[in-house]
Each structure stands twice: as structure tokens, then as C-alpha cells.
């Protein structure tokens, strides 16, 4: 099944009024999540959800490089992502603290109180452009062969995303499709279908592409192991006329009844 597209504005008119939009700001979004408690922790968290993710797919890599190859290579293998995850929580961390700081612009009052904010915003910013350079030079460093080949890529999008470069998001997703990475109940598998969560997640920030970030995210809660449940949550955060709730209720009752253990993740926030 699919969900009905939803029309949005062409990417030039998005881009004129505020660059990359938050779906999330669409009051009838945000009627349904004041409904649900759920709804309303994954409105604001989802990107803490999303470096979380992040890190789940790091360790299993590891653990997964543990048993597969020797002590020495074991050894660099883990050490190298482990490197770029704590990078990458830098660099999250170092935005966030950038953002804050630009939050207390409008209030700083002129004279030597808003000159020292500005010099801390400057310096701030340049500690992030060093943190996302630091970052991106690790994620190069990676083995090339499979699964470090889709971690790369998975941070690729993510630092991608981060600088709202959708385009390049969307690219990555694209071409790594996640019933194409590892067997089924594969390690890789797990980390195909986190690495499908995230940039589909991250993606919804762009009414460029948020028809296909929803497409990859009714894929995943359809056919997807390890990470359909969560697809189906944001479907239904993402969900906005009526027949695209009717079809994502749908969707939801079938993903309770595959996975009975995870029902109060997927009960209606009306009950």
C-alpha cells in the first residue's frame, strides 16, 4: 500500500519564505500530537532519537566486527567508530550550545553585554565548523568494505541533513536501499533499516522531500525487522488528512499484530 501524497509548496516558493520547513509547525500536526504524549516526546526529541539511533548501529558494527575478524583489526575497527560516534554527539552538542547562544540575541541590550554575546556566538560558531570538519575527515577514514561502507554513508546523511542539504540526504537514502544491505535478521540488516529511519526522519524537515521520505518510511513499517515499528509511529506523526490516517491505522493494526510485544508503543493516544 501507499500513502496519498500531500501536496506542499515547489522547493524555489519553501526555500524564499524560510528555507527547509518543519512539518511540525502545520497546526494540524500539532492538534494531533497535543493528543498524544507519545506523539509530543517524539515531536520534540526525534533528533536525540535519531543520534541514538545512530549509536545503536555503531554497536552493533562493533560487536559484529568482533566476531568476524581478528584481534588487531577488531581492535582499530571499534576504536575507529567509536571515534566518529563521540564526534558526531560533539557536534550535536556544540550546535546545540551555538543555537542557545543565538536565542539571546533579540534580549542582549546594546553596549559591551551584546558585544561580549557576539564574540561568544563567533567563537561558538567556529566550534562548530571545526567539530562537523573533524567529523567528516573520521567518516573518510572508514574501511571502505561492507557494513563500514553504510555506516559512512549513514553519517554522511546525517552530517548532510545537519547543514540542510536535503538533496544530498535524500541522494544517500536513495541509493542505499535497505532490503539490499545484509540477509534478513543480518546485523547489517538492522543497521539498513536504523540508517533508513534516521535520514527518513531527517528528511521530513524538507517539504522538498517529504513525499518520499514518507514512502521509504511505509516501506520499512511494511516489510522492515527491526525498525517497522518505529516507521509506523512517524507515519503517524506525519499523517495529516484524514485518508492518510485511515490508511496509517491500517498500517498500525498490522504492525500490532506482527509485533504483539511492542502494542503500547502503537496503541491509539486517543484510548
Same mark, same amino acid.
Given at each position: 500500500?501507499s500513502?496519498t501524497p500531500?501536496?506542499?509548496e +515547489?522547493?524555489s516558493?519553501?526555500? *524564499? &519564505?524560510k528555507g527547509a520547513r518543519?512539518i511540525?509547525e #502545520?497546526? /494540524?500536526?500539532?492538534?494531533?500530537?497535543a493528543?498524544?504524549p507519545?506523539?509530543?516526546?517524539?515531536v520534540?526529541?526525534?533528533?536525540?532519537m535519531v543520534?541514538?539511533?545512530?549509536?545503536?548501529?555503531?554497536a552493533?558494527?562493533?560487536?559484529?566486527?568482533f566476531?568476524?575478524?581478528s584481534?588487531?583489526?577488531?581492535a582499530?575497527a571499534?576504536e575507529a567508530?567509536?571515534?566518529v560516534?563521540?564526534?558526531?554527539?560533539e557536534l550535536?552538542t556544540k550546535?546545540?550550545?551555538l543555537?542557545?547562544?543565538?536565542?539571546q540575541?533579540g534580549a542582549a541590550?546594546?553596549?559591551d +553585554?551584546?558585544?561580549q554575546?557576539t *564574540? &561568544?556566538?563567533e567563537?561558538s560558531?567556529h566550534?562548530? #565548523?571545526q /567539530?562537523?570538519?573533524?567529523?567528516?575527515?573520521?567518516?573518510e577514514?572508514l574501511d571502505k568494505?561492507p557494513?563500514?561502507?553504510?555506516?559512512?554513508?549513514?553519517y554522511?546523511g546525517?552530517l548532510a541533513?545537519?547543514?540542510?542539504d536535503?538533496d544530498k540526504t535524500?541522494?544517500?537514502?536513495?541509493?542505499?536501499?535497505w532490503e539490499q544491505?545484509?540477509?534478513?535478521?543480518?546485523?547489517?540488516?538492522?543497521?539498513?533499516?536504523?540508517?533508513?529511519?534516521?535520514?527518513?526522519?531527517?528528511?521530513?524537515?524538507?517539504g522538498k522531500?517529504?513525499?518520499?521520505?514518507?514512502?521509504?518510511?511505509?516501506t520499512?513499517?511494511e516489510?522492515g525487522?527491526?525498525?517497522?515499528?518505529?516507521?509506523g509511529? /512517524?507515519?503517524?506523526?506525519m499523517?495529516?488528512?484524514?485518508?492518510?490516517?485511515a490508511q496509517v491505522a491500517e498500517?498500525l493494526?498490522?504492525?500490532k499484530?506482527?509485533?504483539p510485544?511492542?502494542q503500547r508503543?502503537l496503541?491509539d493516544?486517543?484510548?
Amino acid at each position: 500500500m501507499s500513502v496519498t501524497p500531500v501536496t506542499n509548496e +515547489s522547493p524555489s516558493e519553501a526555500h *524564499q &519564505k524560510k528555507g527547509a520547513r518543519n512539518i511540525f509547525e #502545520d497546526p /494540524a500536526i500539532a492538534a494531533a500530537a497535543a493528543n498524544d504524549p507519545f506523539a509530543r516526546w517524539i515531536v520534540k526529541n526525534w533528533r536525540l532519537m535519531v543520534t541514538a539511533l545512530v549509536a545503536v548501529a555503531v554497536a552493533m558494527v562493533a560487536y559484529n566486527r568482533f566476531v568476524t575478524v581478528s584481534a588487531q583489526k577488531r581492535a582499530l575497527a571499534t576504536e575507529a567508530l567509536r571515534d566518529v560516534q563521540a564526534g558526531y554527539n560533539e557536534l550535536v552538542t556544540k550546535e546545540q550550545e551555538l543555537a542557545d547562544l543565538k536565542s539571546q540575541e533579540g534580549a542582549a541590550s546594546a553596549g559591551d +553585554s551584546k558585544a561580549q554575546l557576539t *564574540q &561568544k556566538i563567533e567563537a561558538s560558531s567556529h566550534a562548530v #565548523d571545526q /567539530a562537523r570538519d573533524k567529523v567528516t575527515l573520521m567518516v573518510e577514514s572508514l574501511d571502505k568494505a561492507p557494513p563500514f561502507d553504510a555506516i559512512g554513508d549513514l553519517y554522511r546523511g546525517l552530517l548532510a541533513a545537519r547543514r540542510n542539504d536535503f538533496d544530498k540526504t535524500q541522494a544517500l537514502l536513495a541509493s542505499r536501499p535497505w532490503e539490499q544491505i545484509g540477509k534478513p535478521g543480518s546485523s547489517e540488516r538492522l543497521i539498513s533499516e536504523l540508517v533508513t529511519v534516521a535520514l527518513a526522519r531527517a528528511l521530513i524537515d524538507s517539504g522538498k522531500y517529504r513525499e518520499f521520505a514518507q514512502a521509504q518510511l511505509v516501506t520499512l513499517s511494511e516489510r522492515g525487522e527491526f525498525a517497522a515499528v518505529q516507521a509506523g509511529r /512517524a507515519l503517524e506523526v506525519m499523517a495529516q488528512s484524514d485518508t492518510e490516517k485511515a490508511q496509517v491505522a491500517e498500517i498500525l493494526s498490522k504492525l500490532k499484530s506482527r509485533f504483539p510485544t511492542q502494542q503500547r508503543f502503537l496503541s491509539d493516544g486517543n484510548e
